[in-house]
């Protein structure tokens, strides 16, 4: 596994979970897959709904990407208190290494309030190679 990062706001924690994807990588062509993993924990007394998330991509030419979208790998999940939702996605760079950082949309149920949750600052690293 790469990184790890943990943030918890209004009590929705996040964690992410980083690993270089090898095989899916190709250094010739200057394309670098990356996978994460993100588990988002609701802390919180209130049912909440991811509705949309936010992305900044960078990588180490300094090169900013944003990506915004709607839910999360198609969905927008419910987490009810102590829930849990866990799900992978993949950032494709044209560096060996990068960093993103983010913000998730979310509701709460009970009144329809809007807050935005901070996905932690995380890197992008393609492993040392050990000859």
Same mark, same amino acid.
């Given at each position: ?7 918890? +706001?209004?009590?929705?924690?996040? @964690?992410?979970? #980083? !690993?270089? @994807?090898?095989? $899916?990588?190709?250094?010739? *062509? ?8 993100? +588990?988002?924990? $609701? !802390? @919180?007394?209130? +049912? ?14 300094? $090169?900013? @990407? %944003?990506?915004?979208? %709607?839910?999360?790998?198609? *969905?927008? =999940?419910?987490?009810? =208190? ?12 044209? #560096? ?6 983010? #913000?998730?949309?979310?509701?709460? !149920?009970?009144? !329809? #309030? ?5 996905? =932690? ?9 050990? $000859?």
């Amino acid at each position: 596994m790469g990184t790890h990062a943990v943030q918890v +706001t209004q009590g929705i924690k996040i @964690s992410v979970e #980083t !690993k270089f @994807s090898e095989e $899916n990588s190709d250094a010739s *062509k200057s394309h670098f897959l990356f996978l994460y993993q993100i +588990t988002i924990e $609701n !802390k @919180s007394d209130y +049912t909440v709904q991811l509705i949309a998330r936010h992305w900044d991509i960078f990588d180490s030419n300094n $090169n900013h @990407s %944003e990506v915004d979208g %709607e839910g999360v790998v198609g *969905k927008q =999940p419910v987490l009810e =208190p102590g829930e849990i939702f866990e799900y992978e996605s993949a950032c494709g760079l044209t #560096t060996d290494i990068g960093k993103m950082k983010g #913000t998730y949309l979310m509701e709460r !149920k009970v009144d !329809k #309030t809007p807050f935005f949750v901070t996905i =932690p600052e995380f890197e992008l690293m393609v492993p040392q190679r050990l $000859n």
